[in-house]
């Protein structure tokens, strides 16, 4: 290896091991509720304690306590309270992301009649995906799976079938005319529906196994699904095929993340909008944690919602109740709740949120398509996102508060502003602002290709991130203690 590229390599060096880790979550998250099970395992291993939601918080909660629970086990909430906090005196300093990414999900009744000779599946488009990116890749299968116990019990279980056992494949190029590979149309209903098995080679196993105890029940759901699939995820829970009562399934794209670049600068993975949010505030949470509690006066929470991808309004997105109840339940449970209006109100001035969603790194080879000014880049750290139109929650406050934060902590900042003449998407941020009143920012890691079934950002932005938050966490207090407005 020659020097410079020795150099080169050796710049990176110090940031490989966060990002190999990041590598192993992203790969064991192939959806929201894989992913909220992975950070559920890594708060229960730094003694964080488990809430219900159907159990009071007050008398549950005390200074210096470690707490986290889930709604529909695919939106989380996790918080430590600091040894020294006061009713009132002390604030929520709060890290948003999301649980989901663009994917395929299997259809209420995944059943499709055969189709020249091959077994289809059916699915629906998730979120505003790349589609013509989902072509040609090996697919696995996850989710939800709800069981019927033979006592009647319904539990919950996940489930991750990770060979490559479904693929939407692109049709040849002989096929197609000069215009239709100019295009490349997809259409979502017709072209995406992938092949799990050529219907000849499976009919005979069909038969002697899954069909027969298919017959066993009246079920009127399990007769409209595949019965490749219902047994596929019976053999991987080693359960019966009768005892699947329900599911929620999504494909995604076996390939593991990876490191990649010369100097391995670049990781390369699905999921990266938004699970490398989630991965980093983890990181950054466990790390507050383990700098001690002692001394810290306020509430420190991470949360990440299900469903920003589809707009944010269910029951346990961004748009629902949980991140407004959160605060005012854990507040009640601290005594400075809706019994005291004045100190909930002070409470909430005293509050800060971090929306924090994967932003748009320049692409050198459309680099027209950002504004001149505002094209951030990937490894150069993260990025406040500015919308005067309000796709974003980011105003002058705010993201002064960002930038100063990042100036205490030494760490390096980004712009992006939408050109004019392009469309802006959005993010939690306007909606948890709304929800709660609380003074939002919005700003991300940079990425290549939002929206694809694999993505790339700078290994690099992790630690950015992490060294960020970390900061937010640590002196978020201090500087707002010198803002008199």
Not at 66 to 76: A, D, E, G, N, P
Request: with cysteine.
């Amino acid at each position: 290896m020659s020097s410079t590229l020795q150099r080169l390599t050796s710049s990176y060096a110090k940031h490989l091991p966060l990002a190999e880790d990041a590598c192993k979550f992203l790969t064991a998250s192939p959806d929201p509720f894989h992913a909220v099970a992975e950070c559920v395992k890594k708060l229960e291993q730094a003694g964080f304690r488990a809430l219900q939601n159907k159990a009071a918080f007050t008398g549950n909660l005390e200074a210096g306590g470690k707490y986290y629970y889930t709604v529909h086990q695919s939106t989380l909430v996790a918080f430590t309270v600091g040894q020294k906090y006061v009713p009132g005196q002390g604030g929520f300093h709060v890290i948003g992301g999301h649980t989901d990414s663009p994917n395929l999900k299997v259809k209420p009744r995944s059943l499709k009649p055969p189709k020249n000779g091959c077994i289809m599946l059916g699915v629906e488009c998730y979120g505003g995906g790349l589609w013509n990116t989902w072509f040609d890749r090996d697919l696995g299968i996850s989710g939800k799976i709800l069981v019927r116990s033979p006592d009647g019990k319904i539990e919950s279980k996940l489930v991750n079938i990770t060979d490559p056992v479904a693929r939407v494949s692109n049709l040849c190029i002989h096929l197609q005319s000069g215009e239709e590979r100019k295009a490349f149309k997809v259409n979502k209903e017709d072209h995406t529906s992938p092949i799990l098995a050529t219907e000849a080679e499976m009919k005979k196993v069909l038969e002697e196994s899954t069909e027969e105890q298919l017959n066993k029940t009246e079920d009127s759901w399990k007769s409209q699904q595949e019965p490749l699939l219902l047994q596929l995820i019976a053999e991987k829970l080693g359960i019966p095929v009768e005892q699947i009562a329900d599911f929620e399934l999504n494909l995604y794209d076996t390939q593991g993340a990876a490191l990649g670049g010369v100097a391995k600068e670049f990781l390369y993975s699905a999921r990266l909008d938004n699970l490398a949010t989630v991965f980093v505030a983890m990181e950054a949470i466990l790390a507050h944690t383990k700098d001690g509690l002692a001394d810290d006066e306020d509430i420190k929470v991470v949360v990440f919602f299900d469903h920003e991808e589809v707009g944010s309004d269910s029951s346990h997105g961004a748009g629902s109740p949980v991140i407004e109840e959160a605060i005012r339940r854990i507040s009640a449970g601290l005594g400075s709740g809706a019994d005291s209006p004045d100190l909930y109100a002070q409470t909430i001035n005293k509050s800060f949120i971090l929306s924090i969603d994967q932003a748009h790194a320049v692409h050198p080879n459309y680099a027209g398509k950002h504004e001149a000014t505002h094209a951030p880049k990937m490894n150069a750290g993260l990025v406040i996102k500015t919308n005067q139109n309000q796709r974003y929650a980011t105003n002058g406050v705010t993201g002064f508060v960002l930038r100063e934060l990042a100036r205490m902590g030494s760490l390096p900042i980004q712009e992006f502003c939408v050109r004019n003449d392009c469309p802006c998407g959005s993010t939690i941020g306007p909606t948890i602002s709304t929800r709660t009143g609380v003074r939002t920012v919005d700003a991300g890691m940079p990425q290549l290709s939002m929206h694809s079934c694999r993505e790339v950002m700078g290994t690099m932005d992790l630690t950015h991130g992490v060294e960020l938050f970390k900061t937010f966490f640590k002196r978020f207090r201090e500087l707002d203690e010198k803002m008199d407005f």
